[in-house]
């Protein structure tokens, strides 16, 4: 949110100022979570292809991005809520149109049936799209089914 | 249980090793941690070596050294004849820990190597052969935390087998199994590196293994790992545990680890 204003300082246009808020809300938690589930791979899991002959494609391919897909999802479903928050804020503050947008005007006419509604279509949008992406994740993670997971 | 090696022959001799006044030591926070003192051992094609000492000597330190993982810091390791320069699949190894893929399951574990060096395809039917040489038929889609912890280690030796190595580099791989099943695959290994013409180097803890397994036994001192003794076991296979000459030199083996009180 303490981007808000410089965002709007050095993009002219808020449509795409909203656009770099966005990568910026989803990129970082998406970097940090695929960079740390990279960097936590146990290195025996290197050891082992090494050993049987991988190459270093190979252990980039088959060994460390399997290995830290769990993580890049949880960045994901982080990148994914914040984006849809951030949005909603930015198109309250610049942006003319959206949910956001239409939120705040719904308000200032103080038409609050159709702000409500506004707000259950925003809950709905955000909710399938995570539930799309559970989805996903269930897809390519279904080794992890029996493991403990969040 | 014999398909494995009586459908291929090995053709390929096992692999000669030669460990030369090596020396090997880890930085711990600053400190220098010496962890192999002057080894020096060279084994023929063929022998079965194993290597016994107190727990945190340097034994897996060497068998890494051995396998490519990492450089000494003095001393060479050859095999046959040329410097070990990094990891090569004709020398596999058997980790301590099973460490198999958790995403993967048990046949394509077991497919790793065959995958990593690009031979899946006119190698496939090797890697049901190796899972059921190990006694895991059956388990081929199970995925590695549906098994228990002894499963878990025979497809870990299962990944080895099927790469046909030439030298099979074991770190305790008997470690985790119920005496029953341990005892069931020494005789099971013993057979395997019988039919083929492999190398073997086997850590283990358990010196009634060393001497059921081995033809060759090497103690070591404690940190920093020194030999102290490298004792032939001339005795012909299949081995009686009850043996004279093994208990014989279960005896010494436990005076050169200290233990001769306890006999
Ligand atoms: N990567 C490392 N960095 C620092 N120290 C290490 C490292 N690997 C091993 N050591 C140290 O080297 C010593 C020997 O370790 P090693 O694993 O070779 O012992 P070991 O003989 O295999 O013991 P065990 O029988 O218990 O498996 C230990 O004291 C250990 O702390
Ligand atoms: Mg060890």
């Not at chain 1, 899991?45 to 991988?54: F, K, P, V, W």
């Not at chain 2, 985790?176 to 341990?182: A, F, G, V, W, Y």
């Not at chain 2, 103690?219 to 005795?235: H, W």
Request: hydrophobic share 50%; with cysteine.
């Amino acid at each position: 949110m303490a981007w808000l204003p410089v965002a709007f300082f050095l993009f002219p246009s808020s449509w795409s100022a909203s656009v770099f808020l966005i990568a910026l809300a989803t990129g970082i938690p998406v970097a940090i979570l695929t960079w740390s589930g990279v960097s936590s791979v146990p290195s025996s899991y290197y050891d082992i292809a090494r050993t049987l002959g991988g190459s270093q494609r190979f252990l980039v391919l088959r060994v460390a991005i399997p290995a830290a897909l769990p993580h890049v999802f949880v960045g994901l479903f982080m990148g994914l809520t914040s984006a849809f928050v951030v949005l909603v804020v930015a198109e309250m503050m610049g942006v003319k149109a959206g949910l956001g947008w239409y939120l705040q005007w719904a308000q200032g006419w103080a038409a609050y049936g159709n702000m409500y509604a506004a707000l259950l279509v925003m809950a709905v949008v955000c909710s399938s799209l995570v539930t799309l992406l559970f989805k996903v994740r269930n897809h390519l993670l279904s080794w992890q089914k029996g493991l403990v997971r969040w | 249980m014999v398909a494995l090696a009586q459908a291929e022959p090995a053709v390929l001799p096992g692999m000669a090793v030669s460990i030369a006044h090596v020396d090997h030591s880890f930085d711990l926070d600053g400190q220098v941690l010496p962890v192999l003192s002057d080894v020096t051992l060279d084994i023929q094609p063929g022998e079965f070596v194993a290597l016994l000492g107190p727990s945190g000597c340097g034994k897996s330190t060497l068998l890494r050294l051995v396998a490519g993982l990492d450089t000494p810091k003095s001393g060479s390791i050859e095999a046959d004849g040329l410097p070990i320069a990094g990891p090569d699949p004709s020398r596999v190894v058997v980790f301590q820990d099973p460490t198999l893929y958790p995403w993967r399951t048990v046949h394509d574990n077991v497919a790793l190597g065959l995958q990593a060096q690009g031979l899946l395809k006119s190698h496939r039917h090797r890697i049901g052969e190796a899972i059921s040489l190990v006694g895991l038929d059956g388990f081929a889609k199970a995925f590695p935390q549906q098994l228990s912890g002894g499963m878990a280690q025979r497809a870990a030796l299962a990944r080895a087998l099927v790469n046909d190595p030439r030298l099979l580099i074991l770190d305790e791989p008997l470690g985790k199994l119920d005496s029953i099943t341990r005892i069931s695959m020494q005789s099971e290994l013993v057979a395997l590196w019988q039919r083929s013409n492999f190398t073997t180097l086997l850590v283990t803890h358990d010196i009634e293994e060393a001497l059921f397994m081995a033809t060759r036994l090497v103690v070591f001192s404690g940190r920093p790992a020194r030999i102290k003794a490298d004792i032939a076991i001339e005795r012909p296979y299949p081995r009686h545990r009850s043996d004279p000459y093994l208990t014989g030199l279960r005896h010494k083996a436990m005076e050169l680890l200290g233990l001769a009180e306890t006999w």
